[in-house]
């Protein structure tokens, strides 16, 4: 459907990476725009040149989720906040840090759809958008993020059960390795410099176009999941080049 017959959204990590793009190219398009994020002065940066409207929230806080948003109506929701910090394996990981990625990937996400939906049903109109990640959808060596992961991915796959009916879409985007804070949060600066230059990642307007093509699909069309590596990394950690050892 055209992308005016929505009039507002909310985007959650949206104080850089992907989120930030995708705050830009709404309220580019006139669409009253949500930015959610926990640093304050990234989103006074974005408000001020975005003319978004932001919100200071940390997700991991449900009565803060409650109270700041309960007054929220929007038509698009684009979870995104989440992050990747590396703790090793399961058996030698931090217990707090755990429960803090579980939190911030998943409930997060939960929560903020429980929030938000009942009104988009209200209105029969609404698309709920789930950044998952390739690593949801295929095995890698961190467990706790790939879980979190997997589990955006049977959300959505539970959520358009849930909804039909009520003319609400749930797309999720898978994205592989691409060009965000992201690696430098969760491996740290140098090793985050070596992923992103090893190839072309994918760029967060790459993401950003995917997710406005899911929207402005004809509302009889659900895309439902989108899969997305750069053109020389292929699922499993691959790149141009491994394929020769990739039994070694």
Partial sequence: MPLSDYKNALVTGASTGIGKAMVKALTD???TTYAL??????LEDLQSETNCIPITLDLRDKEAIDLQLRDVEVDILI?????????????????DSVYDMVQTNLTSAMHLVRTLTPKMISK??????MIGSVSGLHPIQQSVYGATKGAIHMLCQNLRIELLGKG???????????????FKTAFGERAAEDLINRFQPLEPTDICDAILHSIQAPQRVNITTIEMTATDQAVGGLQSGDAGNAYK
């Fill in 29 to 31: 398009r006139s669409i």
């Fill in 37 to 42: 994020a926990r640093r304050k002065e990234l």
């Fill in 79 to 95: 979870n995104n906040a989440g992050h990747g910090r590396s703790e090793g394996p399961l058996h030698e990981a931090n217990i």
């Fill in 124 to 129: 029969n109109r609404g698309h709920i958008v």
């Fill in 168 to 182: 609400i879409r749930v797309t999720e985007i898978c994205p592989a390795r691409t060009n965000t804070d992201f």
